[in-house]
Each structure stands twice: as structure tokens, then as C-alpha cells.
């Protein structure tokens, strides 16, 4: 069956725990959480296979805690959750971050605040771009919009994040995570990265150590300027799509979830003869900024659509040319987004 | 080539896995397709349903408001799909649970499906799911059914004859009824 | 004729959402039937936890405040101390309480917090389909533990009951099964005391249910029912780890 | 039949469309009085049945059994 | 000693536990962090004496699920931390705004990222301002810059957290927390709030909940719907402090210790001739945008400053009208802000 | 003349930065002589947490994560599972680890970690001030006892070394002190036995000292010393509360 | 008027003791104040110092970089900043602890303070911090002795007599060499 | 002296740049050698000293509570 070999359908969840391990991701640490159960489970099935460890931890925090030690080592590792499960996670990514330790964080997210609901959503935009725990950190964020890319970016996740000895956070969400398309394996191709950070045991070399704390004057001032440059660094892996933008009177720009139902509703205004381009952020941290920002060189009307009340449309208008209209057209989580509904909000703005 | 489809009904009906099948098939023919799975907050019982985008052309959307076809394998599911298939669209509905005057929809063409009694036919009433799924092959070309066995072998992972065999059989039955209405 | 039998007041008159079989509602009803007893609907407030058991809001006619997963022993402190008179208690399943929520049992239990927990052992996340749970049996398949739980690798089954016994606040700790009416009976009876615990003011009150998850066990329900006394409650004994004697000044009921 | 006859006598009565076709009342009663139906209500599940009311001594075992609170017992 | 009555020599902490305790505060959940120990320490001294509660809990987790539980029941009550601390109780913070659920929470921030340090820092405005736990929520944020506004704004807190619903949270940090400076009492003015969505009981009336899980098709579209207008409507409570703005020909703007520091700088830059004027946000959520964008109509010239590498600054951008110039300087935490180094740099912008 | 006594290996040469008599540094010592006696000072990896002993990095001349405060139980889990063969510990305060990393400490042990936990038990939070733990003894002033802690609103001194006891997958637990010599020696023996937990994998070794905090205490060194034997050890008694059998390919040592 | 101050030394020096009383006394004196602490991270040992700012308008930053007068009670706080303060200013340096050629400050005018040996003269040696406050008495008129007093009252909380006593006598003890150099 | 010629004779070495004059050497001496000093060092504390070196047998117990690791013993 060499067929099945190179294609499968599976789901986003499972694409992103398949393209981990190709990318020699070996230890995974995760708690149980509606929508992204088959990583965990995937994991727990098919880690021991290539000699792997999968722990059920006892909670999002255990996990997190575990992936830094993992990760403090060297060794590839992942955990992943949902939005309540990744708000529990912050005070362990500020540490990842501040003590720049590598290690890659799924947020399948849901519908929130609190328990909301488990339908997709975009309402955690602001908690991964901006760092949702304490201190000046930011992590590397990678939004797929199929489920090739849940494993495509998986796998690009764990070379960011050991690149930039930092934490990468995949944020899918249910809709994402839940649905099925054919996945077309790929080999990884491994990237050499010297880890001469890792904690091995001081061994023929001095002892070392990995931490955050700087209490010396003005030693974490410095360490702060350090990560900021290193944040700046990641603009040279920003990643996006365009669609349609030459001749487009009105861009569209929506990432993940959103963006794939998007691409149904710009096409139908193109059919229609509207002229209305999309883009598509790929890396929402660091943001496409300076692309968006030659776009609106040329035109002059953006609409920023979110499963949420406005978070993504900031950095949009934080992109943009002086003089450039964005609007907005939110969704926030509870129902399923659809073409036809989006259509209609981008013939509101589209201009005359 | 372009499909969609919504399956809806109980969840133990079998909405999801004969979902999964018709979309396994199309991705043998090589086709694109997207499969997304709607389920309740309840393990068992509750509703289900999912959406099949088949084409030619990458798939944007893979949820869709006014499917070609739909599959309303209980009450609750023909009141919130049915009125949403498109007007030249299809609307298969289990006659089994639901009584013909109990559809109220208008527009597209409606195909009353005594599927548990053509299950029970077929050799055994509780893959009602499968006879749908032959009516499908029976009123559209979406798959073929020869992909469709090729499907059902691959993700059943078994080659069990008689599994296969009872399968085919209800799939064949359910196309005979789509097609000649019987 | 006199009606012997009927569904208990605290109880709102509609239908359970769990899986056929499911124990979470014979151990609702266990629950509701005592609060009756004791007259406790107008008093009660309920901490609830995220599980199968989510919707008692909707079962039960009572104040209910919704817990994050695993939080429900520190809501409960809260709205305890603020509210002293009512009677508060938290429902919790074995991965709320004996997972994400240990913490949180632990020192409300060792603060002697007068707080009432049902605690539902089923051996398994039910809500979000079969995974292992703390007190997953060796050996047990679930959609985490594919080949069965290695307890070098993921630990052993957790015995809540008799861990929560060894500590000072806690007034009144034991296990009980409602596999059958005999046993069925011994539940009411420790869920009482549960509920007298923190009506006397003597400390944390914890009752530890054996249930069934009939859909993640992949069993029927007459089969999971079965396992609970062939394997469950030799690994899990039922019985009374800690009940603190009455104050002199006793209690209600 | 001299032995029914000095045993109290029950009514229990099912609220069908609660009824998940568990069968836990079937295993509970000692009497064995009652059984899965092949009958589905709207929710498409088997309800349980009485087969033999006249035997039924109204013990309520089956009642406290169910999970969904389908029985009641009269004596 | 009547005197002593009126005025204290206290320390920012002790100012925000004494203003809880006048405004009704009788329940308090803490772990001890540094630097907000004093709060903890005050109320377990103070809270018996007037009746109230005081635990500390076993974890910042905890801590905030107790204050959810005890608002719960329409009790005013409290909890404090500093900046890992807060990263843990994001999801409970999710899940109060989610509920509807009033509270109050401190944030004496310290510098990050991870352990960091003890220093004075506002790395945590936009883990403050946009909901560091996951969904589309807000917290009203309060920031104060003095021992006075410490005790004057966790008064105000509490009547905003009730006139909302929602929690509000109290942004100092290490200097405002540890400072010493003349407090003057003040009675609190209690307003009454209506709180029928308290739980007491189902006594006399029907029985109520709190949740934030809405499942069923639309409801937590709309249920996000109506928190976001909520959000809006609180834009009638937003506060700030304008200094020198007349002539102004730049405008600094600066929050909490940073702006405290800055009145210095300004102030000498005043004396040099300068026209510096300066403006202060004290509700950082909401932000005071209309005031920023109005000022810009005038002045074309501002200057964000942070203890932080650039946050606070995206809020002023999106302020301002197009075609003013925007700079930013940011002290990231580690070292103590003083107010010749920022005339320095408010000279290096200043326009010719 | 031979020398007898000196400063282990595998602490470098600086000075703590603990307080005048802060039992702290003879910990750190005692554990440090252990892991010379086993030559692990090339093979260790340390989970340091949050508290007075957060400088472990400067101390000990081996490799050191840093864990956040609570964390260290599974932030070794992590390390040692990435790396089986080398040893793996963490040192951590009664607050770090019986209060906010309980639910940490009691998995890690239940998953029979193959790690070892030196656990410091002063009866209060160093490092910020002197605020209660969930060991402070009754009636003990903290500045958050002010009035001393009431079990009834503030807890009971949990028993770390006897509750982990009762989980399956701890290898070894032990009470000890440091207050004289006599304990002193009974600390080493016991924290050679919890490192050959490890070695032997058996399981988790644990190790609880009991020490002092003279600044917090509010009391001179000597007086703090005293302290241990006369009001710590009759609540804390002192002793071996688990200790696996080893195996009978028997381990190092 | 405006005034400030840093006092620097060992934990356990009494620094931020006298930083506190005088920072209350200026309260007294009806003037704004600012007091600012800064600790190591031990609890004990390690080096901890506070600045003060009094004036008769609002205070801006409660932070300076160059006092008009800094205390520096051992050397490491001599070094750090005994070089920040003003040109115009006073450095006062603790020479019970380091020695005359070990200040390499220039600019301020520079006092040495045999603090241990004055405060043993009034009568215990572990008031060289109130010592220092005298001095800081003797040589500004930051506020005034008898303000001093009472802030002491208030701060103790006791009016233990011979408490009060023995500290005045060490405040005047330095409020003398303050003023004589002797 | 005759019970102490018979006894082994020990040598201890202070690091006084490290001692924090907690004194615990000082309980822990058997035979009462050491003492608290008013000598201060470099941070400021009271170092401890040995007062009759002559009487030390080098039973190391100083050095065993030594918590700053400032004692050195020979044999
Ligand atoms: C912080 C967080 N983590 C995870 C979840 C997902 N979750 C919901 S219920 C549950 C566990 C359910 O198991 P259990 O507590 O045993 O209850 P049961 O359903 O078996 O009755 C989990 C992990 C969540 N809602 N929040
Ligand atoms: C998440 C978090 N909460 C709180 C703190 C503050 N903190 C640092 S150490 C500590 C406790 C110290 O006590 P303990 O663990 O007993 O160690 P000790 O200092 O007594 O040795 C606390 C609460 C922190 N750093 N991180
Ligand atoms: S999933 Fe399991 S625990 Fe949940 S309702 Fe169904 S049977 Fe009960
Ligand atoms: S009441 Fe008793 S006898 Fe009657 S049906 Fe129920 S269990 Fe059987
Ligand atoms: S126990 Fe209840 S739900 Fe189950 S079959 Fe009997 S009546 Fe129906
Ligand atoms: S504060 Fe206490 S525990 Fe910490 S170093 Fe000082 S004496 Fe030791
Ligand atoms: S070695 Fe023994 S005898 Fe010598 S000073 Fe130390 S304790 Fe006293
Ligand atoms: S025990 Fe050590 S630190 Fe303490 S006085 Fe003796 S030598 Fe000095
Ligand atoms: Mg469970
Ligand atoms: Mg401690």
C-alpha cells in the first residue's frame, strides 16, 4: 500500500502530531483537552514506535514544566492544548522565553472566555502574539489554514524554535484541528543546530546552567535588549499567502481558520467581478507588517476579518500607510463561519 | 468537479464514519476534498454531523451553508439542514424515523429513504448509514463504488470478507433505491 | 397505594444528558436524595467542575457556580467563607479532583474547609473521550494508554479516599460503589455523613463514588457495571477511611 | 398462587421517553420482570418494559438502579 | 493622635490593602511574591479585625479560583500578586470575565521575563490590557502612579469591578509597591449595587447559575457580543492626567512609576525651555484614545516611554491622527528609572 | 596529619549567600558530599526551584535548569525522561513544594519518577519574608499568622515525608534534621538512600530535612537550632517512612 | 525647599530604619515626601539602601541619580555612590568600617564619620545609623531635631523612655559632630 | 596531661572571610574551643575563633555544622 504511504486523510490534530515526529520530535507532555485530543493521542500511540516518550501529565502546567526540562536538554519535545489549557501555560512560556529554551506549543484554541465552548476561534490572537504571560517575551507563532500545513509548520515549528532557542507556538483551533483532508507526507529534512546550551551533565566541559533571573543592576535590561534584537531577528522567516492582490480595490486580511473559509467568499467576489485580494498571515508573531504596509501602497481599502471581536486588526492598522481604510468584520466564537456570511460583509465595504 | 454535502442524524447513526468513507474515497480518486465533523458536547446520543467538500480545485471553504446534498438521518436534523440545501439541491431523508409529512421543506428535490427497512434487506438494519451512502452513488457520481470498497477496506484496516461483503451489499441495495426510487 | 419511589425535589424535571448506563446519574440522584433529606435546596450552592457532570446547573435546582477544571475545592472555599450558612459542596470527576485539581483538594481538605466533595471515579476522562485518568488501572486501555497503563511509565492508580484520610482537616473520607442496591444503599449512608461533616462544622466532608463510563470502557452498560465489583473494588476497597467523632455539641440529621 | 398473594403488592410505571434502554433495571430486579423492548422512542433508544406487572411487589431495586430516574414505584 | 488618623507614611502595598479594607473588601486570597508582600501581610493582620476572611492559599491558582468563588456570592474581595503570579491566574481570569464575575486583582509587577527580577517594570501592559488568558475578554485596568492614587484606585476598583461585572485589575509595580509616601484617608462613598446575580442560595427565588460555557448554536457569538459592548460602555470611566500640554510641541506618554519619574524629567525639561507636555493614562483598558487622538490634532510630535521594550506605545499609535510622529523609548526592567536619562532622550526627539 | 575535613567537590568556591546559621548551607553541603561519594558530579543535572535556594547554579559545579517556584517535580520529570542516564534532583522549600508544586510532587512520585527530591522544611517561606507555609506549626507566628496559625481558618503542618509514603510509586522517603551531629549523619545515610532510589531505579527518593530559618524565626541561630529538637522533631518525628526493597540485581553504593 | 538623599549599607546597618524616620519626620513637617527602598535579594546581609526626596512641592521622581547628600555606611556603598553625589553636595562616609584613603571621591564635600566609636560614646555601638542621622541634622536643616523625636514616638509605636533617650542621646552625639567636626 | 596525650591530636583551620559568626561551631564543639570573636570581618560579622588550639582532637563536629563550609580539619 505505498499510496497510503505518501498520502493519508487525516486530521489537522493528527497531521501536526505526525509531522512532529518526523521532525524528530521525541517527547511530548500533554493533559487532555476538547479540540486537539488526537495530538495526545496520536502521540501516546505512535512515540514509543520511534523509541519516544509520551507522558499524560497532570495538568497544563505539569506539562509545560516538563517540556522545559525536556527541552533544557536539548531534545526535541512538544505539548500541546486549547485555550483554557494554554492560559495555564504562561508563567511556563515566560520562563521558556526568558531562559531561551526551544520547545513547541500547540494551541488548538476554543471558544472562550472561560469554558465557552468548544467551536473554532480566533479570540486568542492577542494572548499569542503579545506574549500572555509576564515580562517583554514574545514567542514565534505559526497559524497553518489546512491540515498539510498543521504538519508543514509543525515540522518548521521545531527549526524556529531551535534557531531561535526560543519557544513556537502553532495556533490552529478547532475547525483546524478537527477536520480531515488528504495529507501528503513529506521527509524532514534535518537542520544542523548546535545546542551547546544543553544540559548533558558537565562532563568534560564546565558546568552550566539554564535560567532567567538576573538581580545584578542592570543585567536584565541588557538580557531584555538581548531577546528584543533576537524578536527582531525572526522578521527575516515571516511568512504569508496573497491572493488576488493585483488590481485589488479591497484586501482582505484574515489568517488561519477564517482565512481558509475567506478564500471561498474572495473567490466568489472575484466570480462576481469584485476586485478584493486576500492576505494571509502565516507568522502572526513576527507580523507581514512591511508587506502589508507596500500593499497599502496601492490600495487603499483593507478589511481585517476575525473569528472575534478585533485583536488581528491592530497589527493591521499598525501596518498600514497613513490614510489607508481598515475595517473590521468580527465573528467572535459560538458558530461555524461560513463563505456566503463573509461575501456579504466584504460587498459592505467593498469601495465604489 | 465540485461536491458538498452535510450528513447529520443521532450520533451512534453512523453519520461520521460514512462521512469518512466518502471522503477517503474521493482523496483515492485523487480528488481534493475536505471533511470537517461537527459533534455535541455528548460522547453518545446528542447530534452529529459533518460536511464533505469534493473538487477538482483546492477547497477554500470546508464548511458550507446551503449544501448540494444532505443526509438528515433524524427529526432534529432534517428541521436544521434541510431548509438550507440548495434550491436545485438534494435532500435525502430517513423515511425510517421521519414521516413524509413531516418535511417541510421546499426547493430541492426530496428522496424519501426507508433506510433501516432496506438496511434489514440488506442483511442487517443497523447500517442504515451505508444504505444512504449508496443512495448517494445511486442519485450522483461523487465516487465510484468500486473506490468507495477500496475505501472501506482501508480505513476498516480489515479485509474481513463478510464485513465487507454485508457493507457492499447495503451500499449496492442503497443504490438501487437511489436510482430507481425502490 | 403510596408511591415508594419518585424523583427526588432538588432535582429539576428534565433529561440527563449522560450515556446510557452511566453512573454520574445514579450518583446524582444519590446526591439529590440526601440534600432533600436534609432540606438543603434553598441553602445549597454548588461548585461545579468541568467533566461529564458539567450541566448541574441545568439538574440541579440550586444555586450552581461553574469551577475551571480541577478548581472546584478553591471555589468552593471561597464562596464557603464568604457564605458560611449555606452549604456548599462541589462534584467532581477523577480527573477535576484527582489530576489538575490535587492542589487544590489537598489543602482545602488540610485547611479543614467545612465544604462537601462527591468525588466520581470512573477510571477515565469521560467528557473528553477516554483518556487515562489518575486512577486509570494497571493494565487499562484508554485512548492515551493504547497498550494498557504501565505504572512505571504512567504512574499508578490514585486512592483519593485514603490519601485525603491522612490529613488533619479532613472530618469524613470513604469509598462506595453503586453497582448494586446493597451498595447503592451504603453510598446514601456516606454521602449523609459527607454532608453532616460540614453541617457540624468538623471539617472537609469526601465521599469517593466508583463509577462506570460504559462508552469509554467500550462496554455496555451491564458489562461496565460488572467490572466495577470484579475489578474495581479490589483495587479500590470500599469503606470508611476517616470519620471524626461528632463534636459534643452534635449536629443535625 | 398462595405465595404472591400475601406479598405486598407494586406499580411501577416508566417514563419512556427518559428511558435510554440501559438495561440496569433488568439486571436489578430480583424478579426479573423486566426486559429491553425492541420498541425505540424519539430519542432512538430500546425503552424497557414490564413483562408481568401482576408480579411486581413494588421493591423499587429497579427504580434505584436507573440511571436516568425513569421508574417510579407506588406500594 | 488625630493627626496620625489622617495621614500615614505608607508604602504603595499597604495603601492598596488599607483602600480595600475602607471600600468593603472583607475576603482576601493571596501567595506571598515579592514585591506585593505587604498587601498579604496587611490584610492577615487587618481583615479579622473588621470581620473579614484572610487566606493565603496554596498557589496563585488557587488563590484566584477563591476570589471567583467568594465574588460569586457578591462579596467585595480580593487578590493580589506580581507578574508570574498573575501569568497563573490568567485562566481564571478568562473565566470571571467570561461569568460576569466582579473582583478585584493587583498586579505589583515585577521585571521579567520568567523569574526575572525584582525591579520595577510594566512588562505586563499587554498581558494587562488585552486579556493574557485566552478569548476575546477585558479587564478594566487601573494604574496608579503615587502611595495616594494606590489607595484612592483600589477604592474605584471596586466599584467598577460591581458597576460591570467584570474583574479589575489594580497595574503597580515594584517602586509604587515599595515606596513610602504620605497617605490621606479618605471615607469611602459607598454605592449601591444591585446584585441579583449573586448566589446565596435558592431561597425565596429561583435557582441561578454563573458559567461561561455557552454551547449551544450562536449563543457565545452573541454572549461575545454583549461582553464587547460592555467593554465599550466602560470608555465612560477612562482617566487620565495631562501636564504642560498648552504649547505643548511634544507630548510624552507614560503610565504608572514610569510617568511618576517622567513628572521630573518633564518638569526639568520645562525649565530648559522646553515645551514638554505629558500625558498619563490611568485607565490603561480602556485606553484614553479620543483625548491622545484629540492632543495629536495640535501636537504632532509624541514620545511613548515604558519600562518595557515597546508596549504601551502600539495603543498610543492607534491613537493619534495620521501624520504624527510617534517615537518610543523603552527602559526594559533591571534597572531603577531615573529622570535625567529620559530628559536625555526626550531632548533627542524633541523637534527642532 | 591527614585532612578530614573539607569542602566537598561539587560545590564551588564561593560563599552561600544564606543568612548567619541558616541550615540551608549545611544541606547543600551534606548533599553535595553525598553526590562526591558517588562520583555524580559529571552525571547530575539539578531542577533548582524558587526559594532561598534558588542560587543553586553558583553553588554546585553541575548542570542546572531552573525550575518556576513549584515546578522542579516536573521539570525534573522532563529532564530525566530526555536524559535516563544521568541523575537527576531537585532541592526545594516547603512552600515551592508543599504548597504550590503539591499536585507536581505527588505525580511525579505517583509515576514513579526515577528522580530524587531533597525537600527543605523550614515551617516558612524564606526568600520573601517570612510568610506561613503549609508546614508552619500551630500557633507559629509568620507575617501572615500574625495572631499564630489556627488550623481551623489557616491549615494544619502537612506531613510531606509520610503522605508521599503512601503513593505507590515512591521508592524512599525519610524525615531528617541537621540540628546535630548525630542527625546530621542520619540526613547523609538518608540522602544516600534516596540517591540510590534513583541509581537502582526503584523509584523516587525523597528526603525531607527539617531546618531552620533564624531571620524569619526572628530568632538567633543557636536558638533557631534549638528550636528543631524541642518544637519541630515531637510534631515532625523524625525516621524512614518508605523504603523499597532493592531489586536483586541490587545497585550501586 | 527641596531635599534629597540616599542612605546605603549592610543589611542590618539600620539603613532604611533612618531612611523611614526621617522620611516620616519631613511627613510631619507637613512636607511631601517620598521614600524609596531598594533590598537585595537575601534577607539578611547583602546591601540594601532607600533614598528620600522632601520638598515643598509635589515629588516627581522618587528615584534620583545625584543626591545633594548621600550616607554610605560600608565600602561597596561608597563605591556605588559615593561618586553620584552632587558636586555641590555631601558624601558622609562611615569611617568606623573604611578608611580615609579609600575615598576617591571627588566634588562633594566629604565628611568622615567615626560612626561605631560615636555611637558607643552614647551609649551603644549599634546606633551608628542614628549617629548618621544627627550628623545629616548637624549639617542641613532637612527637619528639625524635635520633629525627629516624635517621628520616633510614631514609628516604635513605644514610648519606652529610656529606648528614646538612648537613641536622642546617639542622634545629638552626631547632630554635634555635624555641626563641630568633632 | 595525660588524658589528652593519649588522644589523637587535630588541627581546624577558620576561613574567616566566610564566617557569619552563627555560632553553631561554637554548640557543637565538644570540648567548648571555640567562641564568637568581637573581631568583625570584611561583611561585617563576628568571626568565630578557636581559644585553646592545643585541646582540638579534630572530631571535625565544628566543621559538620559549620553552615557556611568555613572550617578545615586535619588529623
Ligand atoms: C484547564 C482545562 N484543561 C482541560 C480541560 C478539558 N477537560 C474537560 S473535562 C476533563 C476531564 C474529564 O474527566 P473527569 O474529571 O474524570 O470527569 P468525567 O468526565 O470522567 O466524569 C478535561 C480534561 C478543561 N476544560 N480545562
Ligand atoms: C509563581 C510564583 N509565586 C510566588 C513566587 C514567590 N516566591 C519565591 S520563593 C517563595 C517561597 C519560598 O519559600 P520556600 O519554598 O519554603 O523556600 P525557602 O525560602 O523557605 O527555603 C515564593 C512564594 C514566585 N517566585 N513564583
Ligand atoms: S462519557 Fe462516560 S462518564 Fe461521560 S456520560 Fe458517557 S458514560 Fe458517563
Ligand atoms: S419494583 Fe421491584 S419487583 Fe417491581 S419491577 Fe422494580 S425491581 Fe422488579
Ligand atoms: S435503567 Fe432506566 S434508563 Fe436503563 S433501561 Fe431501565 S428504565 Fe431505561
Ligand atoms: S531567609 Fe531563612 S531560609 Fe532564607 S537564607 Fe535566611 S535564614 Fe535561610
Ligand atoms: S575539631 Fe572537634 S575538638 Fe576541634 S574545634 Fe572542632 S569540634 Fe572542637
Ligand atoms: S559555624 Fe561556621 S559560620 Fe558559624 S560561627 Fe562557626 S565558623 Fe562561623
Ligand atoms: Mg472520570
Ligand atoms: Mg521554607
Redesign the interface.
Known sequence: MEKKRKKALVKGNEAVAMGAIEAGCRFYFG????PQ?EI??YM??HL?EVGG????A???IASINMLLGACSTGARAMTSSSS?GISLKQEGLSYMAGSEIPGVVVNMSRSGP??GGISPSQGDYFQATRGGGHGDYRVLVLAPDSVQECYDLTMLAFDMSDKYTNPVLVLGDAMLGQMKEPLEFKKYQPKKFEKKWALTGAKGRKAQFLKSLYLDDGELTVHNWNLFAKYKRMKEDIRYEALFLDEARLVVVAFGSMARVLKSSVKMAQDEGLKVGLIRPITLFPYPAEFIRETSLQVKNFLAMELNTGQMVEDVRLSVEPGTQVDFFGLPPGSLPAPDVFLKEIKKVYPE | MYFDLIIAGFGGQGVMFIGNLLAHAAMLEDRKVTYMPVYG??????TANCTIVVSDEDIGSPNITNPIVSIVMNKPSLVKFGPRVKEDGLLLVNSSLIKPDEVEVKGPEIMMVPSIELAAEAGNDRLANMIFLGVLLGKTEVVSLETLKQALIETSGSTNEELLAINTRAIERGAAFGRTGS | ???????PDC?VDI????????????IH?VVAEVLDEFNL?????I??S?G?S?FM?DY????????????AA??????????PD??VFTYQGD?DLA??????I??AA???EKVTVFFVNNTI?????G??A?TTMIGQLS?????GRD??????P??MA??LA????TAYSARVAVN??KN?MKAKKATKQAVRAQLDKKGLGFVEYLSTC???WKM???KA?RRIAEELIPIFPLGVFKEEQAPAEAGVG | MPVTAIEP???VTFRE??C?????C???CPRKLIIVSSRLNNEG?HVAELVDPDRCN?C??C???????V?????
Open positions: 493533559y487532555p483537552i476538547t485530543n495526545p493521542e501516546s500511540a514509543p516518550t509520551f507522558i499524560q497532570e495538568s497544563e483554557p472561560g469554558l | 458536547v455528548e460522547m453518545r446520543g446528542g | 397505594m403510596k408511591q415508594v419511589f419518585k424523583r432535582l433529561p440527563f444528558h449522560f450515556c446510557p448506563g452511566c453512573h454520574h446519574g445514579i440522584r435546596r434553598e441553602k445549597a450552592i461548585a461545579a468541568v461529564c458539567v446547573y440541579f435546582d440550586m444555586d450552581v457556580i461553574e469551577a475551571p477544571h480541577g478548581r478553591a471555589v468552593a472555599t471561597g464562596v464557603k467563607r464568604a457564605r449555606n452549604f480527573g489530576a489538575i485539581g490535587t492542589a487544590e489537598i489543602h488540610n485547611r479543614s476522562y469521560g467528557m473528553t473521550g483518556q487515562m489518575p485512548t492515551t494508554t493504547p497498550r505504572p512505571q511509565e504512567a504512574g499508578h490514585i486512592h485514603e490519601l491522612t490529613l488533619a482537616g448494586n442496591v447503592l460504559p462508552t469509554n455496555t452498560p451491564e457495571n | 403488592k407494586g406499580k421517553d427518559r435510554k434502554g440501559c438495561g440496569l433488568v439486571m436489578a433508544y413494588g423499587a431495586l427504580a434505584e438502579m436507573c440511571p436516568d430516574v421508574i417510579e414505584v407506588w406500594r
